[in-house]
């Protein structure tokens, strides 16, 4: 199922916009021109991960460096700190860990999330991340 | 019960008389220390913890003689060496132990450089199975690196050992780093010998100072607990691969609950620290070995093993006596309290592997239990 979320220009870049998809608040991320869609609710207590702050994924390759990486985008849950990669939804500190994505396309400068059979059992349970 | 081959990984040896140190100083310092008129030689130990109701040593290692425990090599021979199949013994010293506590750091970078040589010369000498710590004097970083690349050529020189912090930060911060490079080079592990509630650790015990030794004893773990999440926050396992620590004197069963609370905290501010790529359990599982005294004795012999079990206990613990100090774990009480299954892991082939030994190297030597 394709929901049409809005036209790309609704969501500024560098922003979470936090959109209602069932009973699931789904967050539209758009960065660098590249738009992305996450799952409201962290793997960790069920916090509102999209309500959290969104940032470049700071990296060092030695002690003390804190190198800003641009290109990956992380959003870090409110509720802990929790960090997972807008990207691929998987936790910063473990891939195996990981919120739901949803793939988006860009037809005629609107943005359009791919729910899923498997997505849409899982828009209707509030908690279905934790299942 | 167990009479297999044995690694005691804390041994702590000693100067019988203040004298006995002199001759491995230099001139200077040997004049600057010994010619003080009437006033005698100036007090070459920390002393200012707080006293054991019962004293320090168990009353059964005093020489005869009077000079204090650990510092008579016969008495020590039958009282650890010869108490069962040991091939080795690391010496960790006593007092002297707290050289990185001295206010004057040339003094004591001097006193460890001097100790060193006292250990190789007065100890290593008698006895195939004893080995020695490195003493360094942390107050001055790059004379503590001089000093271990000292020892490069001696693999009887088995580790570097820290006890007393003389710095503001625990032991990750990079103003050690120096220490755990040149240790890398050389191919030696840290150590970290656990001491609270006086001497001059600045931070002994977090949250003040305390009054009694009752307290101190109980917080032992309380400083390693720091110096260990100081060392994995600061990537010094990141910056030094090949580093090993063996944490000594802190009991062990504290571990998985600060493992489990590293690795909650690791995944929520993961940001403060971008430069470590796992969890701290997985530091630990791959660099931090720790010695089994003073164990936690729990209610039911199981609960002990099964707690340790958490963080691969079998595989993680060396057997450590800490003789002569009046809480020393005798053999057999550990082999008690730990599974069977455990017991030569623990007892001997966790340190074998800790220090990079083979066991064909060991020999038996002799003792109750040699084979």
């Given amino acids: 199922m394709t929901t049409d979320v809005g036209p790309v220009e609704s969501f500024p870049d560098g922003q979470v916009s936090i959109i209602t998809l069932g009973r699931i608040e789904v967050g539209i991320i758009r960065w660098s021109g590249k738009v992305y869609a996450v799952s409201g609710i962290c793997t960790h207590q069920g916090g509102p991960l999209c309500r ?21 985008p992380v959003i870090a849950c409110p509720w802990h700190g929790w960090e997972f990669d807008v990207c691929t939804g998987e936790a910063i500190w473990d891939p195996a860990v990981r919120v739901r994505t949803f793939p988006v396309k860009i037809v005629a400068d609107r943005v359009l999330v791919e729910i899923g059979a498997g997505s849409r059992r899982w828009l209707a349970s509030p908690r279905a991340d934790e299942t | 019960m167990y009479d297999g081959p044995m690694i005691d990984c804390d041994v702590h040896h000693a100067r019988a008389t203040d004298q006995e140190l002199l001759p491995f100083l230099s001139r200077g310092w ?38 204090p425990p650990g510092s008579d090599f016969e008495m020590l021979r039958q009282q650890v ?48 199975r004893l080995v020695s710590s490195i003493m360094v004097a942390t107050q001055l970083p790059e004379q503590a690196v001089a000093e271990i690349r000292r020892h490069a050529d001696n ?15 625990p032991f990750g911060h990079p103003v050690f780093h120096p ?5 890398e080079e050389i191919g030696r592990p840290i150590a970290i010998h656990g001491g609270a509630g006086g001497w001059a650790n600045p931070a002994s015990t977090g949250g003040g100072k305390v009054n009694f030794y009752f307290e101190a004893h109980t917080l032992w773990p309380q400083v390693v607990m720091t110096h260990l999440v100081s060392f994995i926050s600061h990537g010094v396992f990141e910056r030094f691969p090949r580093l090993r620590l063996l944490l000594i004197e802190a009991g062990a069963a504290w571990l998985p609950s600060l493992l489990w609370r590293f690795d909650t905290d690791y995944k929520g ?22 010695t089994t005294q003073p164990l936690e004795i729990s209610p039911k012999r199981e609960q002990v093993a099964e707690l340790l079990g958490w963080v691969n206990g079998a595989d993680r613990l ?12 005798e053999t057999n009480y550990i082999a008690s309290r730990l599974p069977a299954s455990w017991h030569r892991r623990v007892f001997f082939e966790n340190a074998l592997k800790f220090y990079g030994w083979q066991e064909a190297d060991l020999a038996p030597v002799g003792g109750r239990n040699a084979k």
């Avoid at chain 2, 693999?155 to 930060?169: A, F």
Wanted: proline share 8%; hydrophobic share 40%; glycine share 8%.
């Fill in chain 2, 269 to 290: 501010l993961r940001r403060e620290v971008p430069w470590l790529k796992k969890l701290p359990s997985e530091y630990v599982r791959d660099h931090v070995w720790l």
């Fill in chain 2, 179 to 183: 220490i755990y490079a040149a240790a």
């Fill in chain 2, 155 to 169: 693999p009887r020189m088995v580790q570097v050992m820290l006890v007393d912090n003389p710095h503001r930060y």
């Fill in chain 1, 52 to 72: 959290g702050v969104l940032s470049g994924r700071l990296a060092g390759t030695a002690p003390g460096d804190m190198t800003l990486e641009d290109a990956a």
């Fill in chain 2, 318 to 329: 060396c057997y450590s006596s800490d003789y002569p100090h009046w809480d020393a774990d």
């Fill in chain 2, 30 to 67: 040997h004049e600057f220390i010994s010619n003080r008129g009437p006033a005698g030689i100036m007090p070459l130990t920390v002393q200012d913890g707080l006293p054991n109701p019962h004293g320090f040593m168990r009353a059964d290692t005093f020489p005869p003689d009077g000079s």
């Fill in chain 2, 81 to 128: 060496l010869d108490r069962g199949d040991v091939r080795r013994a690391i010496l960790t010293f006593g007092d002297d132990s707290h050289v990185a506590g001295h206010h004057n750091p040339y003094f004591a970078a001097e006193l460890a450089r001097a100790l060193n040589d006292w250990s190789i010369d007065r100890w290593l000498s008698r006895d195939e």
